[in-house]
T-cell receptor
Framework: GQNIDQPTEMTATEGAIVQINCTYQTSGFNGLFWYQQHAGEAPTFLSYNVLDGLEEKGRFSSFLSRSKGYSYLLLKELQMKDSASYLCAVSHSGAGSYQLTFGKGTKLSVIP | DVKVTQSSRYLVKRTGEKVFLECVQDMDHENMFWYRQDPGLGLRLIYFSYDVKMKEKGDIPEGYSVSREKKERFSLILESASTNQTSMYLC????????????FGDGTRLSIL
């Protein structure tokens, strides 16, 4: 089976930097996704990592270490609109297709 | 932009009813997915489909079935609704496998009374 862990809640200050960690155990690993979900809305895609290292996309960066089963999402210059849940999801293969297994999400609160 | 449309935003049904949740995507995606999202449990995969008339069980298929007669439409069916199926249901689609992200609809909040 798949096991994904991420913190339940985090709080950070506007303008600061926050790192949201995700650890996973899986078989047939095929990459890791991060999604953002505002309350009452659909999840939206943020990033995808399949190779070790850091992927930067504006204020958001995502890191992956396959050997450690570890990823993080880094948010810089936090804004109030970044208050949302952040979902870590592992893509894994089985029976000729791929599935996403999601972590339970990290609810980030950005305070003034 | 990809558009995934779910037929209802809110739905209230009674125990024992047969319930249909509809999902349509407009980007010719091969893969479509149904999830439910519950507080403290996150998103869990119910069923998915990688082609017309094909379906695969996800992690929690019990009490559900699906139908995919056309590429753009994927239906979730609750054969005999029960109160423990009260949840937020999310449909998603993706172009392919690997690095292709899933695009989600706005969700249907289903209450079973």
């Amino acid at each position: 089976g798949q096991n994904i862990d991420q913190p339940t809640e985090m709080t950070a200050t506007e303008g600061a930097i926050v790192q949201i960690n995700c650890t996973y155990q899986t078989s047939g690993f095929n990459g890791l996704f991060w999604y953002q979900q505002h309350a009452g809305e659909a999840p939206t895609f943020l990033s995808y990592n399949v190779l070790d290292g850091l992927e930067e996309k504006g204020r958001f960066s995502s890191f992956l270490s396959r050997s450690k089963g570890y990823s993080y999402l880094l948010l810089k210059e936090l804004q109030m609109k970044d208050s949302a849940s952040y979902l870590c999801a592992v893509s894994h293969s089985g029976a000729g297709s791929y599935q996403l297994t999601f972590g339970k999400g990290t609810k980030l609160s950005v305070i003034p | 932009d990809v558009k995934v449309t779910q037929s209802s935003r809110y739905l209230v049904k009674r125990t024992g009813e047969k319930v249909f949740l509809e999902c349509v995507q407009d980007m010719d995606h091969e893969n479509m997915f149904w999830y439910r999202q519950d507080p403290g449990l996150g998103l869990r995969l119910i069923y998915f489909s990688y082609d017309v008339k094909m379906k695969e069980k996800g992690d929690i298929p019990e009490g559900y079935s699906v139908s995919r007669e056309k590429k753009e439409r994927f239906s979730l069916i609750l054969e005999s609704a029960s109160t423990n199926q009260t949840s937020m249901y999310l449909c998603a689609s993706s172009l392919g496998w690997g690095n292709q992200p899933q695009h989600f609809g706005d969700g249907t909040r289903l209450s079973i009374l």
